[in-house]
């Protein structure tokens, strides 16, 4: 690995310190460096906050270095008045001479303006430093902006015989660490959905509750409007989207009603609903007929399954993973499959 990757490297890591917490914004970290020594970093910490280039800058003790410094980003600095100033403009200002880029941002924005503007003012830029691993660091911002869609990932426990209950009953079959990994991904994505029949089965709180940070918005599937008032994603403690087939003028504090097409492309009426919301990531979470709805339509990313070693003969079948099989490890008792949609 180059030195030029490491600090990439470097910015990576301070990205991701803002995860679940910048979106819609991408997640990016900023290094600056001075004679081979770094000198100040920092990362997107909240939507609407300061940027990673702001937050690196401000935190270089002598800003007298800056003039003979170079600063590393693992996207490419903004070129526009959004929430904060252009953070190219903060750069050109602070007279850095050099600027490597890990990836170009998309947004329309941007997507080359920032690194117009910096080599206008004279400034050396270098792109693609580590790209792959910047552009996936933003996946989600990378999909939302060029699909127009959600990040989607598939989620579910299922058996080693593949079941993901037993007679046709809720069953427990994750163990307590998947299910704190379980709640540490809830906090890292914008939106969590269930179809009817696992709402009404399970009774989910669909909450992180067992993990530090923002809760999910729920989204739930109810056609004819037949879900009880009393289960746990009505309680107001999360705001919950309900998609249905009628026109809802009824209003509650945090519950949302939103008619779709059910009959057509349910799938992608839900992403596009979801998009029009500003929401950039899902976790389906069941069940195993939504799963199928998402995967038959091909408007899916990841698939993250818990796989137990216990066997239950019979029961609701889960279905059958696409993709590549990326992520194969050991969670105590459970085997975690990761597939992508490549």
Not at 324 to 331: P, R
């Amino acid at each position: 690995m180059t030195i030029h990757e490491q600090y990439m490297r470097r910015c990576i890591e301070l990205a991701q310190l803002g995860a679940g917490e910048v979106s819609t914004n991408p997640m990016v970290g900023a290094v600056v460096v001075c004679n081979g020594k770094i000198i100040g970093e920092g990362y997107h910490k909240k939507f609407g906050g300061p940027h990673a280039e702001v937050n690196a800058i401000n935190s270089v003790k002598n800003p007298e270095l800056l003039s003979k410094s170079e600063i590393y980003v693992s996207l490419e600095p903004c070129a526009h008045f959004g929430k904060t100033p252009p953070c190219a403009d903060l750069i050109i200002s602070k007279h850095i001479p050099k600027v490597y880029v890990g990836t170009l941002d998309p947004f329309s924005k941007v997507d080359g303006k920032g690194i117009q503007k910096l080599k206008a003012a004279g400034i050396e830029v270098v792109t693609g430093i580590l790209e792959k691993e910047c552009q996936e660091l933003n996946k989600r911002f990378f999909t939302s902006v060029n699909l127009k869609r959600p990040y989607v990932i598939l989620k579910w426990a299922q058996s080693a015989d593949g079941f993901i209950d037993k007679d046709f009953k809720s069953t427990k079959i994750s163990n307590s660490l998947t299910n704190i990994l379980n709640h540490k991904w809830r906090s890292e994505e914008d939106a969590i959905l269930v179809g009817r029949k696992t709402a009404s089965v399970d009774n989910p709180s669909l909450t992180n509750r067992l993990w530090t940070g923002k809760n999910p918005v729920r989204v739930v599937l109810d056609k004819s409007l037949k879900l009880s008032k009393n289960l746990n994603l009505f309680d107001d403690s999360v705001t919950t989207i309900v998609f249905t087939e009628h026109d809802v003028t009824e209003s509650c504090s945090k519950t949302v009603y939103r008619k779709i097409d059910f009959s057509n492309n349910l799938a992608q009426n839900i992403l596009t609903a979801l998009d029009d919301m500003k929401i950039q990531s899902l976790i389906v979470e069941g069940g195993a007929l939504t799963h199928q709805l998402f995967l038959e339509s091909n408007l899916w990313d990841e698939i993250r399954i818990f796989q137990s070693d216990d066997i239950l003969e019979n029961g609701t079948k889960a279905v059958l993973p696409k993709g590549k099989l990326v992520t194969k490890e050991n969670v105590e008792n459970n085997k975690l499959l990761i597939y992508r949609n490549l």
